[in-house]
């Protein structure tokens, strides 16, 4: 009986076949992963133009719901508009954020310096945290080791290896703040030109990813990148509006209260406000160790400030703009942020509810969209 023998070997050769599959997509895993690990800073430096991309043609079509004119025209407008309200910002208030970034520096490192010695007074060590150098090599300085004697002063010229070192140690900085400056520099440049490009052409880069996946597959990979599309730009929309009404607020508030650098303590709350969460409890503190200068009154009032500001941001302008744009537990997203700060660090926790939006549309779309298709085609 040939019959059961043929089934034997067709069923060898269905498990060999599962077992070769499961083994090369285990490794294609594995590849992605140390790819990904490798290469995050590139990934997220990418994915961050592609989010500047969709944030433009976002406004472009608002803009197109109230003047009807081609694409390329309203996305040069919205652009023209946005380079003109970051130079007014430049040129006319560059003198004031300069200063009140250097007194804002100044303020908080004193206030680091008397927080550690009035813990130190309460008996709390502080050894564990670096708050301030006492000395250029790192040791803290006594005073029961007594004064240190005073050395002569030498007239004599430096060797020429003193002088070959201090050179050769002033030629590494300038390369090292050169580097830097070019590095951050060029990554601007590369978010700018991929948002850009993303936004004038949308439909090219929609298409090609479309092209990319399997014919089989087409029709849902164009439901997920539609969705994936839409839910990313009205959430951009809601967070730059959140982001503007946070700044206005605490830039005005810090000012009644009479807090130096109210400017620039406002920026950084409202660009601290993309992040969820974090940033609203680091946009906090920095504004708590600031108003600590001006007294304590002004201190506390501070304090209230904030936390208004963030229930205004979490129980008025969030569940109104976003309702339709994202719903994400808040301690989900909060440990999908460590999770990713942990691992990638700044870009992880900077751009984690993005990354959480793109992975629940997918899920809300194989759970929901394609349980129904398979009912329906069962029925």
């Not at 002088?163 to 830097?180: D, H, P, Y």
């Not at 719903?327 to 942020?337: G, R």
């Amino acid at each position: 009986m040939p019959a059961p023998t043929d089934d034997r070997l067709q069923a060898r050769s269905d498990h060999a076949w599962a077992i070769a599959v499961g083994g090369i997509a285990v490794v294609l895993f594995a590849a992605l992963v140390a790819f990904t690990w490798y290469y995050a800073a590139a990934i997220f430096l990418l994915f961050a133009g592609v989010l500047l991309g969709v944030a433009l043609n976002a406004m472009t079509n608002r803009l197109g719901r109230l003047v009807r004119l081609p694409h390329a025209v309203r996305l040069g407008i919205v652009c023209i508009l946005l380079a003109a309200l970051l130079a007014g910002v430049v040129f006319l208030g560059g003198t004031t954020i300069a200063d009140q970034a250097k007194v804002l520096s100044d303020t908080i490192k004193s206030q680091l310096v008397h927080v550690k010695a009035f813990l130190d007074r309460n008996g709390i060590d502080t050894s564990y945290f670096d708050f301030v150098n006492n000395s250029a090599n790192g040791a803290p300085t006594s005073a029961a080791s007594g004064p240190t004697p005073a050395t002569p002063p030498s007239h004599s010229l430096p060797s020429p290896s003193a002088l070959a070192s201090s050179g050769g140690a002033i030629v590494s900085q300038t390369l090292k703040l050169l580097l830097g400056t070019a590095s951050a520099v060029g990554n601007v440049f590369i978010v700018l030109f991929l948002g850009l490009a993303s936004a004038a052409q949308p439909s090219i880069y929609r298409n090609g990813l479309l092209f990319l996946a399997p014919a089989k597959y087409r029709d849902q990979a164009t439901v997920i990148i539609d969705r994936i599309s839409d839910t990313l730009e009205r959430w951009l929309i809601a967070q730059i509006t959140t982001m503007f009404a946070v700044f206005l607020v605490t830039w005005i508030g810090l000012a009644i209260i009479g807090v130096q650098s109210s400017f620039i303590l406002g920026i950084q709350a409202g660009l601290l406000a993309f992040i969820p969460t974090v940033g609203a409890i680091i946009a906090g503190v920095i504004v708590v160790l600031a108003s600590l200068a001006s007294g304590w009154v002004a201190a506390a009032s501070a304090a209230v400030l904030f936390l208004g500001v963030h229930a205004m941001e979490s129980y008025v302008l969030t569940p109104l703009l976003q309702r339709e744009a994202l719903d994400i537990p808040p301690a989900t997203l909060f440990a999908f942020q460590i999770l990713l700060g942990i691992v990638f660090g700044v870009w992880g926790l900077t751009l984690a509810l993005p990354l959480m939006a793109i992975a629940k549309v997918m899920i809300d779309y194989f759970k929901t969209d394609r349980t129904r298709q398979d009912a329906a085609a069962a029925i």
